[in-house]
């Protein structure tokens, strides 16, 4: 997987991270898989296609989406909550938004489909067909991570283009 795809997801998550957590994360594992992905919490996906084409999945320990719900909602949020897995889902948007201007920035053109929270069952189908680069982040709430999985795809434009008959 190429690392100029996927930085712009591990900077974005970071500095959001950051923010609402109002601490420093640091990435405490990295690791390849090839296998179905398995949650860790409360997950949301993002699915893209175009130049760029795959997903990305942000998981969240309930612990940390409940502390950035109650960063957003300005008071305190329990994790059982209902906002708390659309917080994820919140947080899924700022960290892709934040990547795709810097991909577009770079020239790609994609298209990229809203998030989804995400099922135990959905996730563990996640990834099963291709190779994924996970990230874990530690922040002082709980654990994050990232599971990006994405290809470029090298053609070009005109080879993508209807044949003329």
């Not at 577009?104 to 291709?130: C, R």
């Amino acid at each position: 997987m190429r690392m100029d795809l996927i930085q712009p997801f591990i900077g974005s998550l970071d500095a959001v991270l950051a923010e609402m957590m109002r601490a420093p994360a640091k990435i405490v594992d990295l690791n390849m898989e090839e296998e179905g992905y398995r949650r860790k919490g409360l997950a949301a996906a993002v699915e893209f296609r175009g130049q760029i084409e795959g997903r990305v999945i942000l998981d969240m320990e309930p612990s940390a989406a409940a502390h950035v719900a109650s960063f957003l909602a300005g008071a305190d949020v329990d994790p059982s909550e209902p906002i708390v897995p659309e917080t994820v889902c919140e947080l899924a948007n700022m960290v892709i938004g934040n990547a795709v201007t810097q991909l577009n920035d770079g020239g790609f053109q994609f298209k990229v489909l809203p998030p989804e929270t995400i099922t135990a069952q959905q996730v563990d189908k996640a990834g099963m067909d291709s190779e994924a680069t996970i990230l874990c982040f530690e922040t002082p709430r709980g654990k994050v991570h990232l599971n990006i999985s994405m290809r470029y795809q090298k053609r070009r434009a005109r080879e993508r283009a209807p044949a003329l008959t």
